[in-house]
């Protein structure tokens, strides 16, 4: 994963209040999370801002935990975030639902914007 520095995770993060690009990113986690066999359902509020993105993720992301532990671990694979930057989240944080929701958020962001460029011939 190519590490983001602040001023692009603010773009990023600004980005969602456009409708289409949290849709987008929405669409790609749902691709991701069906990879290992997980459907995952949002209200269109949920998308409104990156925060109230993240909490509905971070429930989600609670639920495969106490379910299937095995299943977040290939999520996390499949996601393409890096292993110590994950165990690092598990080590460091007093919530580590919050950050990995966050992480995958960005993530996913990322791949949006790849995509969008790219269609654009921008990269």
């Not at 590490?3 to 456009?18: G, H, Q, R």
């Not at 669409?27 to 509020?45: M, P, R, T």
């Amino acid at each position: 994963m190519k590490n983001l520095d602040k001023a692009d995770n603010s773009e990023l993060i600004e980005a969602f209040t456009e409708s289409d690009f949290a849709s987008e990113v929405f669409s790609q986690l749902c691709k991701e999370f069906a990879k290992v066999g997980v459907l995952i359902e949002f209200s269109e509020e949920d998308l409104l801002t990156f925060e109230r993105f993240q909490n509905r993720l971070s429930e989600e992301i609670e639920l495969i935990m106490r379910s299937s532990s095995n299943r977040i671990d290939q999520l996390l694979y499949v996601s393409d975030l890096p292993e110590d930057k994950v165990k690092a989240v598990f080590r460091n944080n007093n919530n580590p639902v919050a950050e990995l929701s966050k992480m995958l958020l960005m993530r996913s962001a990322q791949k949006v914007k790849f995509k969008r460029q790219y269609k654009l011939g921008l990269i």
